[in-house]
T-cell receptor
Framework: GAVVSQHPSRVICKSGTSVKIECRSL??????MFWYRQFPKQSLMLMAT?????????EQGVEKDKFLINHASLTLSTLTVTSAHPEDSSFYIC?????????FGSGTRLTVV | KQEVTQIPAALSVPEGENLVLNCSFT??????LQWFRQDPGKGLTSLLL?????REQTSGRLNASLDKSSGRSTLYIAASQPGDSATYLC?????????FGQGTELSVKP
């Protein structure tokens, strides 16, 4: 089956620093990956669509300079939260599309202090 | 704009009971619908995928139905177990994106 690995699972950082989250497809190639944000007790909100070899497509209201996405290979996409602030604290989840089904990573809990 | 709604938001049942989770969507022009399970602080596990041309899918104790014309899907869980306790999310695929409902938080009491 399709497996997506996401690291780190949990990170605490100081306000003003940057944090990088990695999303890897382990047993398949993913030309497209997706990044979501989830607030407590709420559903997943799509932040951006990551396309291998090209620029990411951001959803309305998501700051592309704040949330940098790089999809340099068919198995790796990264999300960098730049100059993080406490309001960026959230649960971030990536997913990749294989055939017709989406497979999700295990998520990253980001806490900015 | 597609909107996905799940009812109820939370559900508590005794072990062994059969239950139904509901999902509705406003735009019937979907590619497929997928049901996921999410444990606290974890990612999503895919349970069932129903193509727009299909009416239902089954996996073990789970059965998902799709009525695209009325914009409804149900997830039926038979003989519920405490291990089924989790949040269940439905999502429709449209325009290359997944649009999620808010989820149903299920608690199965021993």
């Amino acid at each position: 089956g399709a497996v997506v690995s996401q690291h780190p699972s949990r990170v605490i950082c100081k306000s003003g620093t940057s944090v990088k989250i990695e999303c890897r497809s382990l047993d398949f190639q993913a030309t497209t990956m997706f990044w979501y944000r989830q607030f407590p007790k709420q559903s997943l909100m799509l932040m951006a669509t990551s396309n291998e070899g090209s620029k990411a497509t951001y959803e309305q209201g998501v700051e592309k300079d704040k949330f940098l996405i790089n999809h340099a290979s068919l198995t790796l996409s990264t999300l960098t939260v730049t100059s993080a602030h406490p309001e960026d604290s959230s649960f971030y989840i990536c997913s990749a599309l294989k055939t017709d089904s989406y497979t999700f990573g295990s998520g990253t809990r980001l806490t900015v202090v | 704009k597609q909107e996905v709604t799940q009812i109820p938001a939370a559900l508590s049942v005794p072990e062994g009971e059969n239950l139904v989770l509901n999902c509705s969507f406003t735009d019937s022009a979907i590619y497929n619908l997928q049901w996921f399970r999410q444990d606290p602080g974890k990612g999503l596990t895919s349970l069932l995928l129903i193509q727009s041309s299909q009416r239902e899918q089954t996996s073990g104790r789970l059965n998902a139905s799709l009525d695209k014309s009325s914009g409804r899907s149900t997830l039926y869980i038979a003989a519920s177990q405490p291990g089924d306790s989790a949040t269940y999310l439905c999502a429709v695929r449209q325009g290359g994106k997944l649009i999620f409902g808010q989820g149903t938080e299920l608690s199965v009491k021993p």
